[in-house]
């Protein structure tokens, strides 16, 4: 070694020794650590190894061509042609901590300048007349998404009566869970059979009746649906169900798969504004199976822990889905073109059904100003979540994509689950009294490992 290093300093003094020997033993260091960052990035982002991660997004295939990976992570700017990262990239870099320290700091929370830098990227980056063929060739939904993407506020038409949803009379405590469901004019069956089943408000007790349980609320997020599309308007109809169940919460936007971002960012908003007690949402589909007894259960331990007072700002429980790839099959629903976004999705919890605190839902409401919206809504609630560096918790209890085979078929299978997707509204119905029925048999079957 003292040899070498002589060799290469040309002259041979210790004090040489003593300089070159420590560079050398450094630049090794470096080499493996970047060798080992290599391999271990290699790793996770394989596309052949992502299947054994977890899952790859819906409507994609293995194929190392739908991956579109930044090749090194120091390129300051990967994708400068997909439309959503030219537009965010600025705004990014703006809060940047090692670019900007000083701009993290000052502009935390201030809503008035995250709206101007969103406004300010549109004007610079966003002109949809300068993208010409690239605008023409976007399918449809991308382009009505694209064309609407600078307006995140259409008014309220309809508003649920109680005090953050319907509830029970004479609470004595506030909520301990609001569950706030996406549905559609149309779904008036899968709405009925979630109040009668496992979206009942009022108390509920955790799972075999002891004594802790909680009040629960329940809400419906809704856009508008075309009369023309639909062949019937229902807005008559939807109008008489709000005034018997109160639980309706309808804003002035079209219902469009593409357009489902929207309800978060105004359901957080309104929650923001009229649920300041409430400890937790559940954020469903209206198609979904609810374990609710269980849920209040698991959320109940949440609060135990006693760190829940730090846990409570970043909890986000559900099917956690690790480094997706955008669908690239225009034959997909999720169809996301590369010339709209580019590289992986972050971690999102499968929307589903996933849970969160309600204290990280203000802090959302509060960040999503400024990320710009994205077409798919999950993957959108995971862009604002690695913006507040936080990270949704995977539980295996959530079966956003059913039961493995045949695991449905057992006396206790869904007293194991706290979330099974997907249930029709018969079903639900049949299910909700086989699990009364099975109650004392299963009550102490532990939740899905
Ligand atoms: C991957 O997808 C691209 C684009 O759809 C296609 O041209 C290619 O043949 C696919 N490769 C494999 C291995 O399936
Ligand atoms: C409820 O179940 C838990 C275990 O799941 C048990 O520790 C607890 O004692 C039970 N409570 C009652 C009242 O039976
Ligand atoms: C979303 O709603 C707005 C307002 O109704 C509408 O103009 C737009 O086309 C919708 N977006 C999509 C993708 O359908």
């Known amino acids: 070694m003292a040899r070498c290093c002589c060799y290469r300093c040309g002259r041979c003094h210790t004090v040489l020794i003593c300089v070159c020997c420590p560079c050398i033993f450094l630049a090794m260091l470096f080499a493996s650590a970047g060798f080992f960052v290599y391999m271990k990035m290699e790793a996770v982002f394989s596309a052949d190894d992502l299947e054994t991660i977890h ?3 819906p409507g994609t295939i293995r194929n190392k061509s739908f991956a579109s990976l930044p090749a090194t992570f120091w390129d300051l700017n990967p994708h400068w042609d997909a439309y959503w990262n030219q537009l965010q990239l600025p705004i990014d870099r703006y809060f ?7 701009n993290k700091k000052d502009g935390f929370g201030n809503s008035i300048l995250y709206e101007s830098l969103l406004k300010q990227s549109f004007f610079e980056y966003g002109d949809l007349a300068n993208m010409g063929k690239t605008f023409d060739k976007m399918p449809q939904q991308i382009q009505d998404f694209v064309s609407h993407m600078d307006k995140r506020d259409y008014p309220i038409l309809i508003q649920p009566d109680g ?13 301990l869970l609001l569950l706030a469901i996406k549905t559609t004019e149309g779904n008036f069956k899968n709405r009925q059979a979630i109040r009668q089943t496992w979206g009942k408000v009022g108390w509920v007790a955790g799972q075999n009746g002891s004594s802790s349980g909680g009040y629960i609320h329940r809400v419906f997020l809704l856009g508008k649906e075309s009369g023309d599309e639909l062949g019937v308007d229902l807005s008559e109809l939807l109008e008489q169900e709000a005034n018997i169940y109160g639980d309706i919460l309808q804003w002035d936007f079209k219902d469009k798969f593409f357009n489902l971002t929207l309800k978060d960012v105004h359901f957080w908003s309104w929650f923001s504004g009229f649920c300041g007690q409430t400890r937790f949402i559940f954020k469903g589909d209206d198609d979904v199976f609810v374990n609710t007894p269980k849920l209040i259960t698991y959320l109940q331990d949440q609060l135990k822990n006693p760190q829940a007072h730090k846990t409570m700002m970043d909890f986000m429980v559900g099917d956690v889905i690790v480094a997706a790839i955008p669908s690239r099959m225009d034959t997909s629903k999720y169809y996301i073109p590369e010339s709209f976004y580019k590289g992986l999705y972050p971690a999102y919890a499968g929307g589903g059904g996933v849970v969160y605190s309600g204290l990280l839902c203000k802090r959302l409401h509060n960040i999503a100003k400024r990320v710009h919206l994205f077409p798919i809504d999950d993957v959108y609630v995971g862009m604002c979540m690695i913006r507040l560096n936080a990270h949704p918790v995977h539980h295996p209890a959530f079966l956003t994509f059913d039961f493995p085979e045949n695991g449905a078929n057992e006396l206790c299978s869904y007293h194991t689950a706290l979330l099974v997707h997907k249930r029709s509204p018969n079903k ?11 109650q004392t048999q299963c009550w102490n079957v532990p939740l899905r490992e």
């Open 55 to 57: 899952f790859i997004a």
């Open 428 to 438: 639900l119905v049949e299910l909700w009294s086989e699990m009364k029925k099975t």
């Open 163 to 175: 005090v953050c949803g319907a509830g029970s009379k004479d609470e004595k405590e506030p909520p």
């Open 96 to 102: 940047s901590p090692i670019l900007h320290p000083q």
